[in-house]
């Protein structure tokens, strides 16, 4: 079945960069997607990524995506704080009318 | 705009109650999903609804959830009996379907505690 794995835990000083690694299974998936969760909210669209593309780059953002390896990436440069949350890659399933399946979810820490 | 509209965003209650949880999606947007977040699960995707009808409930964990959509406008998820287990973050979200690129809008979420 649809399965998406993301390691659970990041921790990386104020200013590195981070990397968020994901891995997914359906290789038809159309777009892949990352998701931030900050404490106590929903979920909200960080950025996505269509299944042509190698790279998007948004701001501080650069999404990867190796499609022969079915993996997908966050990169996020100059980490702040403020980017303490959780971050949940997602991969839309084919011809099921926009079901999404999401990772467990990576817990991002930055500390000062 | 308003967002997602979930209600309650807290409930307690007691082993064997009936639990009944809201969501107003946003307006215009014809999918519905209910997910289920937990520690030990992650977020689980309970049915999802297009044009206000169910098309995957194969989440639903057992008989005792059930879902409806009466109208684009309102959805409910219901728990009966509730059981500790069905502690968890219950989110809604919605979208706008095809053709898009498939992102989903959340609720803040309902967070159930059944004691």
């Not at chain 1, 701001?59 to 966050?74: A, E, I």
């Not at chain 2, 409930?57 to 684009?72: H, L, Q, T, V, Y």
């Not at chain 2, 309102?74 to 095809?98: H, M, N, W």
Request: proline share 5%; glycine share 8%; charged share 20%.
């Amino acid at each position: 079945g649809e399965d998406v794995e993301q390691s659970l835990f990041l921790s990386v000083r104020e200013g590195d960069s981070s990397v968020i690694n994901c891995t997914y299974t359906d290789s038809s998936s159309t777009y892949l997607y990352w998701y931030k969760q900050e404490p106590g909210a929903g979920l909200q669209l960080l950025t996505y990524i269509f299944s042509n593309m190698d790279m998007k780059q948004d701001q501080r953002l650069t999404v990867l995506l190796n499609k022969k390896d079915k993996h997908l990436s966050l990169r996020i440069a100059d980490t702040q704080t403020g980017d303490s949350a959780i971050y949940f890659c997602a991969e839309s399933i084919t011809n099921q009318g926009g079901k999404l399946i999401f990772g467990q979810g990576t817990e991002l820490s930055v500390k000062p | 705009d308003a967002g997602v509209i979930q209600s309650p965003r807290h409930e307690v209650t007691e082993m064997g109650q009936e639990v009944t949880l809201r969501c107003k999606p946003i307006s215009g947007h014809n999918s519905l999903f209910w997910y289920r977040q937990t520690m030990m699960r992650g977020l689980e995707l309970l049915i999802y609804f297009n044009n206000n009808v169910p098309i995957d409930d194969s989440g639903m964990p057992e008989d005792r959830f059930s879902a409806k959509m009466p109208n684009a406008s309102f959805s409910t998820l219901k728990i009966q009996p509730s059981e500790p287990r069905d502690s968890a973050v219950y989110f809604c979200a919605s979208s706008p379907g095809q053709p898009n690129t498939g992102e989903l809008f959340f609720g803040e979420g309902s967070r159930l505690t059944v004691l």
